[in-house]
């Protein structure tokens, strides 16, 4: 397992496992079925590599880790390096578009940013929020993706053209998390000031607050349903 703190955790598309990274930048791949568990390391240059997230394309070939290092390191299921992407920015949040072809970045510089897969070249990037970006969700269908900040908003973009299409506001401070619902028929948010908002993506309106507790709600997720 892990010693240092885990702050990232995924699981594979095909539910065969899950990728966990932690504060010194270990990153494990579990594997349900064979119980096999291969180690990655994120090596920092003058610091020590925090990984904040990580993400499986598609047809897990290609394994991604957010951190806090200024690059965006990619591997095969082998463990080998593949590509290094290059925000220039501590990345929170990374994700794939559903076909696996486009690597879509939330960076503390409050930029989204697109990086072509396969050659890791830059593709198109927009000034997103005016504070970091802390969550980030692409839709099923890869039309929209939702992005939510510090500065307390939550954003609705198409994608890959990355227009601005609605802003939700209703959190009081950071908003920590933001998800898709498996129909793409609702929003949900998460925050620092305890409560889970339901948003309909369509009209962005309200559908509802729920309050967590009294402490942040740092991350959220829809089970298959919705």
Known sequence: GHIADVTALAARPDGSGVISGDWEGLVK?????????????????????????????????LLLCATNRGDLPAWNRAGQGVHVYQPQA??????????GSIVVVATDSADVMLFH????????SVRAHRAPILGLSVQRDGERIATASIDSTVKLWSFPDLDLLRSFVGHRGAVKDVEF??????????GADGTIRLWDP?????????????????????????
Do not use: C, K
Not at 38 to 45: F, K, P
Not at 117 to 124: C, G
Not at 181 to 190: N, R, T
């Open 117 to 124: 897969a396969a050659d890791s070249t830059a593709y198109r």
């Open 202 to 226: 369509a009209s962005g309106r309200s559908l509802g607050v729920l309050q967590a507790d009294d402490s942040e709600v740092d991350d959220i997720a829809f089970d298959f349903r919705g």
């Open 181 to 190: 619902s498996p129909e793409g028929d609702m929003l949900a948010s998460s």
């Open 29 to 61: 791949s579990w594997d349900w079925n064979t119980e096999d568990v291969h180690t990655l390391r994120v090596r920092g240059d003058w610091i020590v590599a925090q990984v904040y997230h990580s993400a499986w394309n598609p047809d897990e070939t």
């Open 90 to 99: 501590i990345t929170r949040r990374v994700a794939f578009d559903p076909d």
